[in-house]
């Protein structure tokens, strides 16, 4: 068969498909390409600049959806189904699986900060990079000797242990890689990890927890209170800063519940029930502003006539608060409880 020669016409006709073509496949990827936060904390902007307002935070080795590729610039919607803008650069693409972290053994950062190094050693070189609170990282397993007992055909191979979890903190998966000749060497005190770059690093277990169980109440307000100094940040949601909204969600997902980031939507979310202030217990949320359907503040009760906030009032940091002190006295509209069946 003789080939059709390509004429000018034919050549533009035949750009344009091309070109049609590349466009839809990018839509198509665009719309459902998995990324993961390659930065300590990612502000999402209202707009693709960063001259337009934070309207929340993603973390390191947060896995999100990419909505829009613009330029520099990325859409996308974090777990919790909240949107913003971030640069382009915060992000790597997942070209398989279902995202980082989300299979194989894991830790979660249990320190306010953690610091993750090329080597187990803190003094030979800087940091890699420095993680807040509830990150996620992937554990590469330690490698044991294999049973050539029962096993004598497979004296060289080596099969990865998962990650243990001790009483409180991890402590397990502490190998390097062995080089040719050598065995696995471990590293009291230490984990090696996958970051989200696909590079190997190193962090204390000591700053760590494996497989991390809902916190129940009690333990959630002990938890806030390890936050107390900490900096308020608008849209902010991690250790390095957190707004109202923000430091409240974390509170409630920490005890294994996922609800909305803004403070007027939590209060009308159907995980909660309303309940009065004189009814009201350890765990509820408070919601604070000018009317009911005028929310624009919230914290968490803790017993005791006292509740815990990230706000601007007095002093721009995380602090506990007295209930019957102004402005909050007067500007409470709103007290909810989180249903026990809410996820």
């Given at each position: 068969m003789s080939a059709i020669p390509?004429?000018?016409?034919?050549?533009?006709?035949?750009?344009?498909?091309?070109?049609?073509?590349?466009?839809?496949?990018s839509t198509v990827f665009a719309k459902n390409d998995m990324q993961v936060?390659?930065?300590?904390?990612?502000?999402m902007y209202a707009g693709p600049s960063d001259q337009t307002a934070v309207v929340s935070q993603a973390i390191y080795g947060s896995n999100v959806t990419l909505l829009t590729a613009r330029g520099e610039w990325c859409r996308i919607q974090t777990t919790d189904h909240y949107r913003g803008w971030v640069p382009s650069r915060y992000l790597r693409l997942i070209q398989n699986g279902a995202g980082y972290a989300t299979v194989g053994p894991t830790v979660r950062i249990e320190s306010l900060f953690a610091n993750v190094y090329r080597e187990p050693d803190v003094t030979r070189h800087q940091p890699v990079i420095t993680i807040p609170f509830e990150t996620l990282l992937?554990?590469?397993?330690?490698?044991?000797?294999?049973?050539?007992?029962n096993n004598p055909d497979k004296k060289d191979e080596a099969k990865p242990a998962a990650a243990k979890t001790t009483a409180a903190k991890t402590a397990a998966a502490k190998t390097t890689t062995a080089k040719p000749g050598e065995t696995n060497r471990p590293h009291e005190g230490w984990l090696q990890v996958r970051l989200p770059g696909k590079t190997t690093a190193w962090i204390q277990s000591s700053d760590v927890v494996a497989d991390p169980t809902p916190l129940s109440i009690p333990a959630s307000i002990d938890l806030a209170k390890r936050f107390l100094g900490l900096p308020y940040l608008w849209g902010g949601t991690s250790s390095f800063g957190f707004d109202c909204s923000g430091f409240t969600q974390m509170l409630v997902r920490v005890r294994g519940i996922t609800m909305p980031r803004d403070a007027d939507k939590q209060a009308a979310w159907s995980g909660v029930i309303p309940v009065e202030r004189k009814e009201l217990q350890p765990g509820d949320l408070l919601f604070f502003g000018a009317s009911p359907r005028n929310i624009t503040h919230t914290g968490m009760y803790i017993g005791d006539?006292?509740?815990i906030q990230a706000t601007t009032n007095g002093h721009p940091i995380i602090q506990i608060s007295r209930l019957d002190d102004q402005p909050w006295t007067q500007l409470l509209v709103a007290s909810r409880r989180i249903k026990t069946e809410a996820k």
């Open positions: 390509l004429t000018g016409l034919n050549r533009r006709h035949l750009g344009a498909l091309i070109l049609l073509a590349v466009l839809s496949v936060v390659v930065v300590p904390v990612a502000n992937e554990v590469i397993p330690e490698a044991t000797a294999p049973d050539t007992k006539g006292q509740f």
